[in-house]
C-alpha cells in the first residue's frame, strides 16, 4: 500500500470516531472516553507514518525531481 493511500485510510479512520463520538451524549461517558482513547491512537499512528514514510519519501522525491528542472531550465534559456 502507498503511503498517501494508507494516509488517507487514516484520514477517513479518524473522521469516522469523530464523527461516531458527535453522536454520542453526555449519558455515555465510557464511550466517549473509549472513542478519545482511539482518536488519540489513530492520530499518534498518522503521525508516524507521516514523519516516517511520507515526509522522507516527498523529501527523496522532490531532491530527485530538482536536477531535471533545473537542467531543462538552462536548456530553454540557451536555446532562446
Do not use: G, N, W
Not at 19 to 43: G, S, Y
Amino acid at each position: 500500500m502507498k503511503a498517501t493511500q494508507l494516509l488517507k485510510k487514516h484520514h477517513d479512520a479518524v473522521k469516522k470516531l469523530f464523527a461516531d463520538f458527535l453522536d454520542t451524549t453526555d449519558r455515555a461517558p465510557k464511550k466517549r472516553e473509549e472513542l478519545c482513547e482511539k482518536i488519540a491512537t489513530e492520530l499518534e499512528i498518522h503521525a508516524q507514518i507521516e514523519e516516517e514514510i511520507f515526509y522522507p519519501a516527498m523529501q527523496e522525491f522532490r531532491s530527485s525531481r530538482r536536477p531535471r528542472i533545473s537542467s531543462r531550465r538552462r536548456t530553454r534559456s540557451t536555446t532562446r
